[in-house]
């Protein structure tokens, strides 16, 4: 009995360290924050280009302003294209991640991408201030558009993995529960299981508000501040699943001896 319930506790101590995240695609995100540089660095360029043509409005500084404005047009669009293939290739590595969200990743990822090569043949086209200007509205409405639908995606996905990581906690309390109720002199392991069942159902209930948050991840909305809210959901089921196999542990160190 002692070496099964051994097992499950290293079990639940390796899901347990990543539950708050889905596997990382290390050269994904350094892309993306590579580029997230970049569009910084072009955005400066840019403001350069607008306070030299306040100070000198010649043909030559008009036309740096529109062409630092493409590149940095450019640039934030290179930057939301590194992020979903970030989140793509985070979902693809994760083997908790089942094939039908991996899927719908994918297929939002490639129709956001699909927008953005939209998006660069209009700025390729911009041949003024004007069109700069029209093109930068227009940007900034569809830059939440692209994000949204992945943001969502993957909102979902870390909320199908912090629902698998309560599956095995719950087991693992089942199989300890199971044990003691044969034990004598029991009401302090009893009590520790009590207390850890509380705090799993608490976690399930974050989980589920969590997803039905990260649903309401769209455009038009708020789409960036319900994404924030369903985290902050999961964040503290994290909690709860951390509390519950604290007292887990010590049940189980009360049965052992």
């Not at 908790?96 to 129709?111: L, T, Y």
């Not at 799993?200 to 649903?215: F, G, M, P, Q, V």
């Not at 708020?222 to 709860?240: C, D, I, V, W």
Request: aromatic share 6%; net charge negative; glycine share 4%.
């Amino acid at each position: 009995m002692r070496k099964i319930l051994m097992a499950v506790l290293v079990a639940v101590l390796v899901v347990l360290s990543a539950v708050s995240a889905a596997a990382n695609a290390g050269d994904a995100k350094q892309d993306w924050l590579d580029a997230k540089d970049v569009t910084k660095e072009k955005q400066q360029l840019h403001q350069d280009a607008k306070l030299a043509l306040v100070a000198d409005n010649t043909p030559e500084n008009q036309q740096k302003v529109v062409d630092t404005g493409k590149d940095f047009l450019n640039a934030a669009l290179d930057e939301a294209e590194a992020w979903l293939d970030w989140k793509d290739a985070e979902a693809d590595e994760d083997s908790r991640v089942p094939d039908d969200i991996k899927q719908r990743i994918s297929d939002d990822v490639q129709a956001n991408k699909d927008k953005i090569a939209d998006l660069r043949v209009e700025v390729d086209a911009v041949n003024n201030q004007v069109e700069l200007g029209l093109i930068t509205l227009k940007m900034i409405g569809k830059y939440f558009e692209l994000l949204a639908d992945v943001a969502r995606d993957t909102g979902l996905m870390w909320s199908h993995v912090a629902d698998t990581h309560a599956d095995k906690i719950e087991e693992f309390e089942q199989k300890l529960r199971t044990t003691a109720e044969d034990m004598d002199n029991n009401d302090d392991i009893m009590a520790k299981l009590d207390n850890a069942k509380s705090e799993l159902e608490t976690a399930r209930r974050n989980i589920d508000n969590a997803k039905s948050t990260y649903e309401l991840v769209k455009v038009p909305g708020t789409p960036f501040l319900k994404f924030a809210e369903g985290n902050s959901y999961l964040r503290a089921a994290q909690a709860n699943l951390i509390n519950a196999y604290g007292n887990l542990n010590q049940a189980y160190a009360m049965i052992v001896r």
